[in-house]
Structures are given as structure tokens and as C-alpha cells.
Nanobody, 119 residues
Framework: QVQLVESGGGLVQPGGSLRLSCVAS????????VGWYRQVPGKQREVVAR???????IYGDSVKGRFAITRDNRVDTHYLHMNNLKVEDTAVYYC?????????????WGQGTQVTVSS
């Protein structure tokens, strides 16, 4: 059974940093592209960062230059490094994994981890 488990969320002040982790199980991890998405109440889920075929990365416009996505295939885990956090980054963050040539909507999702940025 495929499972993605996020961790690392919490409360942080504006300008601070967090690292989110997503541990995958029940899959051959290297066969999957991975990403992070976020959602706030009343709004649609939006892409934050993705690692796509060939190892390239895609970032949402609002996080470019502040966030970075990485993966460690040795431990079936991908990360979201979040720097210079802003109040508007507050959301539930979800990790995703999907087959390399497929759309993220065809893949798997974690349960989410709350990130709250507040002074």
C-alpha cells in the first residue's frame, strides 16, 4: 500500500525557516516524480514545488527564490526547504508522488502538515 507521510510543519515567525519532509513507502520511489502543494480554506490547492522528469524543478511564482525542493532516494524522502517565510505562506502543505510521465493528479497524496507563519 502506497503511503506518503509529511512532517515538519509548525508555527514560525515571518522571516523564519522550516523544512518539511515526506517519507514514502509501498512504492519503488525512484519511479516517481515528487512535489509539494498547499491549500488554505476557501482556495484551491496550488503547486509549490515539483521535481520532474530529468531532475528539473518547477516552483510556484510566489515561492521562487525562497523555497527549494530536494529528494533523497536513499531514504525514499523528499523535502521542502522553506526560507524567509511570509504570513501568506500559511497553509496545509501536502506532498505528492506520481509516475514520471504522468500528471500529478494521477498520483498519491500525503495527509498534510500545517504551516502557520505568524508574529
Amino acid at each position: 500500500q502506497v503511503q506518503l507521510v509529511e512532517s515538519g510543519g509548525g508555527l514560525v515567525q515571518p522571516g523564519g525557516s522550516l523544512r518539511l519532509s515526506c517519507v514514502a513507502s509501498g512504492m519503488i520511489y525512484t519511479r516517481y516524480a515528487v512535489g509539494w502543494y498547499r491549500q488554505v480554506p476557501g482556495k484551491q490547492r496550488e503547486v509549490v514545488a515539483r521535481i520532474i522528469k530529468g531532475g528539473g524543478t518547477i516552483y510556484g511564482d510566489s515561492v521562487k527564490g525562497r523555497f527549494a525542493i530536494t529528494r533523497d532516494n536513499r531514504v525514499d524522502t523528499h523535502y521542502l526547504h522553506m526560507n524567509n517565510l511570509k504570513v501568506e505562506d500559511t497553509a496545509v502543505y501536502y506532498c505528492n508522488a506520481h509516475e514520471w510521465t504522468k500528471d500529478p493528479s494521477t498520483g498519491f497524496w500525503g495527509q498534510g502538515t500545517q504551516v502557520t507563519v505568524s508574529s
